[in-house]
């Protein structure tokens, strides 16, 4: 057990001195057009499938439709995106990039591959795949698994 509680306290430790901050790191780029980092991974997603619709954003995403529009009104507000009807179902809209959205997309993706290139500078590329994959293993084996435990969890609820 005494390995389980020092497991515990590194962890508590690696979260408070250096997860919380890579939150900011990342989400430094985007934060100068003031959008969070979701909002430009969703500006992205846009600008690379022009005419996509919210509902295929929160299936890409996996996460619900409410979660998205309160992402995309941020993007419509700024003017980096619009919103267009479907002439064949006036009820379906899809979503278009502005020149504006585009330039900002642009630079806001300029900085972040500018950003990455120092970090595996630093850090080094081999070094860099094994912590991806570490934490992809960690999302699959820990994370996902919580999170489908708690939906199932909900459903019998």
């Known amino acids: 057990m005494a390995e389980d509680d020092r497991l515990l306290d590194q962890a508590i430790d690696v979260y408070l001195s250096g997860l919380k901050g890579l939150e900011a790191f990342i989400s430094e780029p985007s934060a100068r057009f003031a959008l969070s980092f979701e909002q430009y991974l969703i500006l992205r997603s846009i600008t690379k499938q022009p005419g996509i619709k919210l509902m295929d954003i929160a299936a890409q995403r996996q996460v619900t439709r409410s979660a998205v529009s309160r992402q995309l009104k941020v993007l419509l507000s700024n003017g980096y995106v619009v919103q267009k009807r479907d002439p064949a179902d ?68």
């Open 90 to 157: 006036r009820r379906r809209q899809s979503l278009v990039v502005t020149p504006q959205g585009t330039t900002v997309e642009r630079q806001i993706t300029a900085r972040v591959r500018e950003r990455f290139k120092k970090w595996v500078a630093v850090y080094g590329s081999e070094r860099g795949q094994m912590l991806l994959d570490l934490l992809a293993d960690f999302n699959k084996q820990i994370l996902q698994s919580d999170q489908d435990i708690n939906k199932e969890q909900g459903k019998n609820d």
